[in-house]
């Protein structure tokens, strides 16, 4: 049973960081893909970023480029993402999620993903 659990979310002030954690497990961890998402309440399901299986390839929206930053630890079994600047705007729950291929997907509400975690609550306060 694949299992992701995102941790880190809280509340923080606009200009402030935020790092999200995702623990996999119950999947090759090494060999998967991995993506966050973001939905705001009363709005589609949002892309954030992608990173490839090895982590030497990554993927970000215009929206949090520059910004955002996707990382992974293989030996971990854990996606980070770091989250800097951050303003109202980013507020959402933010979503792990993996694949079973190990190429990175940009895909803009996830249907090439095929395993989500519960989602953890970012709040930016302007």
């Known amino acids: 049973q694949v299992q992701l659990v995102e941790s880190g979310g809280g509340l923080v002030q606009a200009g402030g960081s935020l790092r999200l954690s995702c623990a996999a497990s119950?999947?090759?961890?090494?060999?998967?893909?991995m993506g966050w998402f973001r939905q705001a309440p009363g709005k589609e399901r949002r892309f954030v970023a992608a990173?490839?299986?090895?982590?030497?390839?990554?993927y970000y929206p215009d929206s949090v480029k520059g910004r955002f930053t996707i990382s992974r630890d293989n030996a971990k079994n854990t996606v980070y993402l770091q989250m800097n600047s951050l303003k109202p705007e980013d507020t959402a729950v933010y979503y792990c999620?993996?694949?079973?291929?190990?190429?990175?997907?940009?895909?803009?509400?996830?249907?090439?993903?095929?395993?989500w975690g519960q989602g953890a609550q970012v709040t930016v306060s302007s």
């Open positions: 999620a993996a694949r079973r291929k190990s190429d990175m997907a940009v895909d803009g509400t996830g249907g090439l993903y095929d395993y």
């Open positions: 119950g999947l090759t961890f090494s060999s998967s893909a």
């Open positions: 990173i490839n299986w090895s982590g030497d390839s990554t």
